[in-house]
């Protein structure tokens, strides 16, 4: 049986919303004040956390935005690790692999697709982005694990990752680890107290 890990970069306030600034909503970009040492190390824990997964799960717009940011035709072991994995995307419509691995389409209930699907990997299932998704997987208890790359920035407005629930949703602290020199990785297993 597949554990679905949800792992998100966010800001202290919960934001995900336009880390990078493609979006520009006027208060992204906030990855891109870390500074070199962070971005490193960021990279040392992505490149890791890669390895140890078997899949990814995404939604259309985050597989989209993975092939726009070139991850097609990046060389180097991280890219080719992520090239390797095979792909599932939520999409209502056909999806293009684009030189990244042909993406298996998750269409229909997502629910219902997604409890399959962890039926069928075994291994980590990262889901990288896809904030939509994440609301979906959260709200019906699908998710296993999240880990937030926590950035120290306070950005006041933008989409966050955890939107209104139907209730309380339980976590358990299971990790911590300070990655470079300003950011945090927290590891929360879902659905405990």
């Known amino acids: 049986m597949g554990k679905l890990i949800i792992s998100e970069n966010v800001t202290l306030d919960g934001v995900v919303q336009d880390p990078t600034g493609d979006e520009g909503s006027g208060r992204g970009s906030w990855f891109t004040w870390i500074g070199d040492a962070d971005r490193a190390a960021w990279a040392q824990v992505e490149h890791e956390e890669a390895l140890g997964a078997a899949a990814?799960?995404?939604?259309r717009r985050t597989h989209a935005y993975f092939l726009g940011r070139g991850w097609a035709t990046r060389t180097g072991e991280w890219a080719d690790?992520?090239?390797?994995?095979?792909?599932?995307?939520?999409s209502s419509s056909a999806v293009e692999g684009g030189g990244w691995g042909e993406p298996t389409v998750?269409?229909?209930?997502?629910?219902?697709?997604?409890?399959?699907?962890?039926?069928?990997?075994?291994?980590?299932?990262?889901?990288?982005?896809?904030?939509?998704?994440?609301?979906?997987?959260i709200e019906h208890d699908l998710a296993d694990e999240l880990r937030l790359m926590t950035y120290p920035f306070v950005v006041g407005a933008g989409e966050r990752l955890f939107p209104a629930t139907s209730g309380v949703k339980p976590?358990?602290?299971?990790?911590?680890?300070?990655?470079?020199?300003?950011?945090?990785?927290?590891?929360?297993e879902l659905g405990r107290r």
């Open 56 to 59: 990814l799960l995404m939604g």
């Open 81 to 90: 690790r992520l090239r390797s994995l095979p792909k599932y995307v939520v």
């Open 106 to 137: 998750l269409a229909g209930d997502v629910v219902k697709e997604v409890a399959k699907l962890k039926e069928e990997v075994s291994g980590e299932i990262v889901v990288y982005g896809s904030s939509r998704l994440v609301h979906t997987l």
């Open 171 to 188: 976590a358990r602290l299971i990790g911590t680890r300070g990655v470079g020199n300003s950011l945090a990785l927290l590891t929360y």
